[in-house]
């Protein structure tokens, strides 16, 4: 009986995606900030999410820690790791390269974010069960929009980082490319303090941050306290951030070093 032929695209972007791993296991700190900040920087905000009333609106300790381990994971096990993924390869001709062979400019851009995507994906799994052992979460009252939050967030937290890295001019200034995004999505996404805690006005905008989308999407999946009509408006948030980014990487990533 003959083995499983794959297709063409799959073969390529499994093999991209293999040496793609193999790099990035080579870079020590970007494995450690990949691996080691999401578990630890929920803790970090733990006693600042003890101070707040979070019964009033629905929520619990629990709820609001897994989110943040999740968000926590976009920004560092993907973005950060991707957008200083992206511009290493740019400025050692890696994807210039690549751009010879029969890979499409999608596909490459894929298959080096894939190695991240599904550490990140991996990593959301792990800190799910943990939170929910150590800090007695119960089972999620909607699980289908928790895994809507984590595939958007997780696709939107790629694209934006390609789109960052058009704008990285070596890898090690990834990190204050990258910064702006981070910090903006750590205080206004509701990753280290819930929206639904800030003030009305306050709230509203920052509903419409990239992330704030997936993440409010992730917290109701445990809590359940998003109705139709809002989780149909997180969706269409979510989205729209998503075709942006995919336009503007079309438009301005960069595939030379940039000299």
Not at 26 to 53: C, E, G, I, Y
């Amino acid at each position: 009986m003959s083995g499983l032929v794959l297709p063409p695209v799959t073969r390529r972007l499994r093999a991209l995606a293999r040496a793609e791993l193999i790099l990035l296991g080579r870079n020590r700190s970007a494995v450690a900030t990949a691996l080691l900040v999401p578990l630890t920087l929920p803790f970090s905000v733990r006693p600042a999410v003890d101070r707040l009333d979070l019964k009033a609106h629905g929520l619990t300790v629990g709820a609001v820690m897994l989110t943040a381990a999740t968000g926590f994971s976009f920004l560092f096990t993907v973005y950060t790791t991707l957008v200083s993924a992206f511009a290493a390869r740019r400025e050692a001709l890696v994807l210039k390269r690549l751009r010879t062979g029969e890979l499409g400019d999608t596909e490459i851009l894929a298959g080096t974010a894939l190695p991240a995507v599904c550490v990140g994906l991996a990593q959301t799994l792990v800190l799910t069960a943990g939170c929910t052992v150590l800090l007695h979460t119960g089972a999620p009252r909607a699980p289908y929009l928790t895994v809507l939050g984590v595939g958007l967030g997780t696709v939107l937290s790629a694209a934006l980082a390609a789109l960052t890295a058009a704008f990285t001019r070596t890898p090690e200034s990834a990190q204050v490319t990258a910064l702006p995004l981070v910090l903006v999505s750590m205080v206004g996404s509701g990753i280290a303090i819930p929206t639904e805690v800030m003030p009305g006005r306050l709230a509203s905008v920052c509903e419409f941050l990239p992330l704030s989308p997936a993440i409010r999407l992730v917290r109701a999946g445990w809590t359940g306290g998003l109705s139709t009509y809002e989780v149909l408006g997180a969706l269409a948030t979510a989205l729209a951030w998503t075709v942006v980014a995919v336009f503007a990487v079309r438009r301005w990533f960069r595939w030379e070093p940039r000299r």
